[in-house]
């Protein structure tokens, strides 16, 4: 069974510039999550898909957002990029029905550096 | 909003002592998590959880949840190169985010 795919694997951008993220799950989870990675802050968490629509939010401005299709792959987009930004981002993936979750699978994540 | 506390930050430890991280939260939890990262790596879930006073066993590892389901801990018997890493505890909130604790860091002196 593949794990969790995230590309690319990294990223060097400009300050201003967007970005998009992409994450194919575990074959059967349809629950989606993406976090961003900092050393001082730990897992952050950004936002949750569950079968196409946004189930949770974290507390991130309005410049990080996400999607995921009909085939539970997501993608994350960040716009008007900032020094702040570069961060290691994680998709984790999980089953999850009537309340009931199961555990992160966490890709490799994407390595995105904002110079 | 939900807060988990883990702690300590950082823990260095001479190889063959033992190590324990704790988490705590302010609210009852559901369950938790605990996962490892390795530098470099990403996390990789080791065990989930739910029973009040659980405590549960992987070889070096013992995982214990508190009776009154706030907090929880994860030892490590007589530490090994192969535990460096940083492991984090997760819990879910009211919203059914999954929180993650800020992590602890575990460096092993040879």
């Known amino acids: 069974k593949a794990g969790v795919t995230q590309t690319p694997r990294y990223l060097i951008k400009t300050r201003g510039q967007q970005v998009t993220l992409s994450c194919s799950p575990i074959?059967?989870?349809?629950?989606v999550s993406w976090y961003q990675q900092t050393p001082g802050q730990g897992l952050q968490f950004l936002f949750e898909?569950?079968?196409?629509?946004?189930?949770n939010k974290g507390n991130f401005p309005g410049r990080f957002s996400g999607r995921q299709f009909s085939n539970s792959r997501s993608e994350m987009n960040v716009s008007t990029l900032e020094l702040g930004d570069s961060a290691l981002y994680l998709c984790?993936?999980?089953?999850?029905?009537?309340?009931?979750?199961?555990?992160?699978?966490f890709g490799q994540g994407t390595r995105l550096t904002v110079v | 909003g939900q807060q988990v506390m883990q702690i300590p930050q950082y823990q260095h430890v001479q190889e063959g002592e033992d190590f324990t991280t704790y988490c705590n939260s302010s609210?009852?939890?559901?369950?938790i998590q605990w996962y490892k990262q390795r530098p470099g790596g990403h996390p990789v879930f080791l065990i989930q959880?739910?029973?009040?006073?659980e405590v549960k066993k992987q070889k070096r590892l013992t995982f214990q949840f508190g009776e009154a389901k706030k907090n929880s801990s994860l030892h490590i018997t007589a530490t090994q190169t192969t535990d460096v890493g940083t492991y984090f505890c997760?819990?879910?909130?009211?919203?059914?985010?999954?929180?993650f604790g800020k992590g602890t860091r575990l460096h092993i002196l040879p």
């Open positions: 984790a993936s999980s089953w999850y029905s009537a309340g009931l979750r199961g555990e992160a699978f």
């Open positions: 074959s059967g989870h349809r629950s």
């Open positions: 898909y569950f079968s196409e629509t946004q189930r």
């Open positions: 609210t009852t939890l559901s369950n």
């Open positions: 959880l739910v029973k009040s006073g």
């Open positions: 997760a819990v879910g909130n009211r919203d059914d985010k999954i929180i």
